[in-house]
């Protein structure tokens, strides 16, 4: 059958556009990661199911080694991490953490509109941190929750990014009892490698509402002459390995200030912090 161009064109072009529409009404691009994410879990599950590996040391006896007891139930976060994704969309973070090659992940992502992601269980341990410290914690992915917001590192946060933020973390704590102190941001626990969330990050607000510590701005209130500047760095949680980058971490997240220059207030401020966090 031959069509004459005044009838093909028409027909394909109807085709075209009814395929086109189912197509995009079908078209879930995050299917196949959902796909793993289950596959992922169940073999952890079978992992939860099986003896512990202690049966393996070959100087214990092996018979009867292994009693479960019946009174046990989930590990619980008690951090939270807060990170900007230094990506330019929501989109294009949810992408990156859907690809296994990137080795990458946390559980929540806030888009600028507020919508808010969740990408893993809050049980489960996601892959934000690296290679972190806070205090005599180096592991913060075992026993955080890691929050993305979608920033590409130099610009304002959204309100309703920052609302939808608000509302998650009262969740978060009331499920997992996290304390005050314990919801820092990425640069806090890796403060070499990281300055995330960026400088305009509300911090203020954030412990205003029981997020995080704060302190008044009383430069009487200070820190002793005897206590040095790392010390009291370390004492807050910092890594103090990189004293330089400790510092600026600290006077990036508490006082919106990118040199590493200590002044009056912020030795009253190390000294609150530590006293805040020491009555926590
Ligand atoms: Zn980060």
């Not at 529409?21 to 169940?42: E, G, W």
């Not at 006896?61 to 990170?83: C, E, M, Q, S, Y």
């Not at 029981?210 to 002459?225: I, V």
Request: aromatic share 12%.
């Amino acid at each position: 059958m031959v069509f004459s161009k005044r009838t093909f064109f028409p027909i394909g072009l109807i085709g075209f556009i009814v395929m086109t529409t189912l197509s995009a009404c079908n078209y879930f691009p995050y299917a196949k990661s959902n796909r793993i994410y289950k596959k992922n879990t169940k073999d952890l599950v079978k992992l939860l199911k099986e003896n512990p590996s202690i049966q393996t040391i070959s100087q214990l006896p092996k018979a009867d080694a292994w009693v479960g007891t019946t009174n046990f139930d989930l590990r619980k976060p008690n951090f939270v991490v807060i990170h900007h994704t230094a990506q330019n969309s929501c989109e294009q973070t949810l992408k990156t953490f859907t690809l296994e090659r990137t080795k990458v992940s946390a559980h929540y992502v806030i888009c600028k509109d507020g919508t808010i992601h969740h990408m893993l269980n809050d049980y489960m341990r996601a892959w934000h941190g690296g290679i972190s410290k806070w205090g005599n914690n180096s592991d913060l992915n075992s026993s955080s929750i890691g929050i993305e917001l979608d920033n590409n590192g130099f610009e304002p946060f959204d309100s309703a990014q920052i609302n939808s933020l608000l509302l998650l973390l009262a969740q978060l704590k009331e499920n997992y009892k996290i304390p005050d102190a314990n919801f820092i941001g990425h640069a806090d626990i890796a403060p070499n490698r990281k300055v995330d969330p960026n400088i305009q990050f509300p911090w203020i607000l954030l412990a205003q509402n029981g997020y995080g510590l704060w302190f008044e701005p009383n430069e009487q209130y200070t820190l002793p002459e005897s206590i040095s500047i790392p010390f009291a760095l370390a004492m807050v949680g910092y890594d103090i390995k990189d004293t330089t980058a400790a510092l600026l971490a600290f006077k990036r997240h508490f006082r919106a200030d990118s040199t590493a220059v200590v002044t009056e207030m912020d030795r009253s401020v190390l000294y609150q912090l530590i006293q805040n966090k020491l009555s926590h």
